[in-house]
């Protein structure tokens, strides 16, 4: 059974950083692919990023150049690297399992609050 705890959020000043955690257990699948994504309230929620087993990772354009993807396999973690942080970043973000085999899994999330 796959469980994804995530860690790291908080509050941050615009043009900040942050990074967060998500301690990852279980079989995650063959792609070992992993992602993190972000919802806030009454929007969809937004794919960030990506990586799988390969280290091919994809951003979303409004991410791309400003975060990064970073799984440490040792440690069993996948980290988001967050830089030069916007107040329309704010959202709870959560790491998922993106298995196109397995059924998606996903953390209980950590707030992001980025000011002004």
């Known amino acids: 059974q796959v469980q994804l705890v995530e860690s790291g959020g908080g509050s941050v000043q615009s043009g900040g950083s942050l990074r967060l955690s998500c301690a990852v257990s279980?079989?995650?699948?063959?792609?070992?692919?992993m992602a993190w994504f972000r919802q806030t309230p009454g929007k969809e929620r937004e794919g960030v990023a990506t990586?799988?087993?390969?280290?091919?990772?994809n951003y979303a354009d409004s991410v791309k150049g400003r975060f990064t993807i970073d799984p440490d396999s040792v440690k069993k973690i996948l980290y988001l690297q967050m830089n030069s942080l916007k107040p329309e970043d704010t959202a709870v973000y959560y790491c998922a399992t993106c298995d196109p085999e397995l059924p998606e899994v996903r953390g209980q999330g950590t707030q992001v609050t980025v000011s002004s």
């Open positions: 990586i799988d087993g390969d280290g091919n990772s």
């Open positions: 279980g079989y995650i699948g063959r792609s070992a692919c």
